[in-house]
């Protein structure tokens, strides 16, 4: 938990979302090192799943591959536990609750805490519906990553900032990752309304996925989470050689990390 605190020390952060085992582990492995690298704040690692329901067409088809091709929990966890002494950045793992009820919830927390991993994520699982497995989590130091939308009332953002520790996930638009249309334009009273009930920095993610939208939101939140955009580069470029495909990586990531430095507006 506090090394997700810590990753915001340094001021605004981005976190990008890539998908465990597309095009193949080996690859992930390589990116996730890459990223580190250039200095990214937090890593979301997804875990594939066949029905990912908050996901779009795009990281919906990077699961299917990354399945295709046999990624699962042991063998991303056993890729990160490779690499753990590698990177320095914190890593959040992303997914559903199915798999791990299916990998066992007692298992998964240990496993995950012994590759280095900070924080879980899982769409399907309300902070109020899975007490029981995020009292798990956090007793035994993997830091729960809880969402909230526009539509999210105000008692219960005062709820969700009660129990929030490493930062919150705003979802910027209602629907799916990837979305074209962007952050809603109402994004600053949406971010400043959140603000007031939660104390921990807040993440905005869904739809944003170019330098223009990033200085657009910039200056109403403390982190902002790249997914589809990430994943389709992958998705285009994986056939060019896994050094080419960290190549479009680092130069995508290394623009939106350059607006993000740049000065506030006012």
């Known amino acids: 938990m506090n090394a997700l605190r810590k990753a915001f020390d340094r001021g605004k952060i981005l976190i990008p979302y890539i998908t465990a085992g597309d095009p193949d582990l080996e690859t992930t492995a390589e990116i996730i090192k890459e990223l580190d690298k250039m200095g990214v704040g937090?890593?979301?690692v997804g875990m594939p799943f066949s029905d990912p329901l908050a996901d779009g067409p795009v990281i919906q088809a990077a699961s299917q591959r990354a399945l295709s091709k046999g990624a699962t929990i042991p063998k991303i966890f056993e890729m990160l536990n490779k690499i753990k002494g590698?990177?320095?950045?914190?890593i959040v793992m992303m997914g559903y609750f199915n798999p791990i009820i299916k990998y066992g919830e007692n298992s998964f927390?240990?496993?995950a805490l012994a590759c280095n991993v900070s924080g879980i994520l899982i769409p399907d699982l309300p902070f109020d519906e899975g007490k029981e497995f995020y009292d798990l989590c956090l007793d035994q130091g993997l830091c729960p990553i809880y969402m909230v939308t526009p539509n999210t009332k105000e008692d219960r953002l005062t709820e969700i900032g009660k129990v929030t520790k490493g930062f919150l996930y705003?979802?910027?638009l209602l629907g799916i990752t990837g979305d074209k249309r962007g952050p809603i334009e109402e994004i600053k009273t949406y971010m400043e309304r959140v603000r007031a009930h939660v104390s921990a920095p807040l993440a905005l993610g869904f739809g944003i996925d170019s330098?223009?939208?990033v200085?657009?939101?910039k200056n109403y939140t403390d982190g902002i989470v790249i997914g589809s955009a990430i994943v389709n580069i992958i998705a285009e470029n994986s056939s060019?050689?896994?050094e080419a495909l960290k190549e479009e990586i680092s130069t995508f990531t290394s623009t939106l990390l350059r607006v993000l430095k740049e000065p506030l507006c006012q």
Request: aromatic share 0%; charged share 35%; glycine share 4%.
């Open 86 to 90: 590698d990177i320095s950045t914190p």
């Open 42 to 44: 937090i890593i979301e």
């Open 109 to 111: 927390v240990k496993d």
């Open 215 to 217: 200085k657009a939101v």
């Open 170 to 172: 705003c979802v910027s």
């Open 240 to 242: 060019l050689g896994r």
């Open 211 to 213: 330098p223009e939208k």
